[in-house]
């Protein structure tokens, strides 16, 4: 049974618009979240992340939201670009070091001039 | 970029053949991690290592061995490679709270 999951294989948003991609998880000992952005035939790469602590971070373009009592969290991209157009897994971890990571299935942002 | 590499790129082998994949990393990070991707899956944890000859098992680890004898490679060993096995294996490091990604290594058992 999964325990992260992004029920939205994929998403189009136009360019300049918000992409929104979204994760639940069930496991509410998970302490750290994070979000990774992954290109064909390369590794992830790290974005963003939050912890347990907090409801919200930002950085630039991408703010993370979470939501403990929902089980609940999102990546808000404003304005969205063609470059961001990849692949976005959302993670868990039950520390707060990011180790032992928990990942969802995906999601495919496509992002159209 | 943490300075990881994997070996190879790519490979094809047969079923019931030993298997393994390399990772080496320059950035003398403590912790390294291999998963495994598969489509609807994410990525899923086989082994980590906390330090040299410390490893343990992640969420699928069934078939699967590793080694650490230095800091900077950590292999994986498929002992005898099944066509379930068949995906893309992920290198990482782990400095602070952040993992660092390898290019990856595409497997097929034929």
């Known amino acids: 049974d999964q325990q992260v999951k992004q029920n939205s294989p994929s998403l189009s948003v136009q360019e300049g618009r918000i992409s929104i991609l979204n994760c639940d998880y069930t496991n509410s000992m998970f302490d750290y979240f994070l979000w990774y952005k992954k290109y064909p035939a390369e590794g992830p790469t790290f974005l963003i992340s939050?912890?347990?602590?907090?409801d919200k971070n930002e950085d630039g373009r991408f703010t993370v939201f979470l939501n403990k009592s929902a089980k609940h969290l999102s990546l808000h991209i404003v304005p969205s670009q063609p470059g961001d157009s990849a692949v976005y897994f959302c993670a868990a971890s039950l520390d707060n070091a990011g180790n032992m990571l928990t990942f969802g299935g995906g999601t495919r942002l496509m992002v159209k001039p | 970029d943490a300075g990881i590499t994997q070996s190879p790129r790519h490979k094809v082998t047969e079923t019931g053949t030993p298997v393994t994949l390399r990772c080496h990393q320059t950035e003398n990070h403590r912790y390294m991690y291999w998963y495994r991707q598969d489509p609807g899956h994410g990525l899923r944890l086989i082994h980590y290592s906390y330090g040299v000859k410390d490893t343990d098992k992640g969420e699928v680890s069934d078939g699967y061995s590793v080694s650490r004898s230095k800091t900077e490679d950590f292999l994986l060993t498929l002992e005898s490679a099944t066509s379930s096995q068949t995906s893309v294996y992920f290198c990482?490091?782990?400095?602070?709270?952040?993992?660092?990604f390898g290019p990856g290594t595409r497997l097929t058992v034929l």
């Open positions: 990482a490091t782990r400095d602070n709270n952040e993992q660092f």
């Open positions: 939050i912890s347990s602590i907090k």
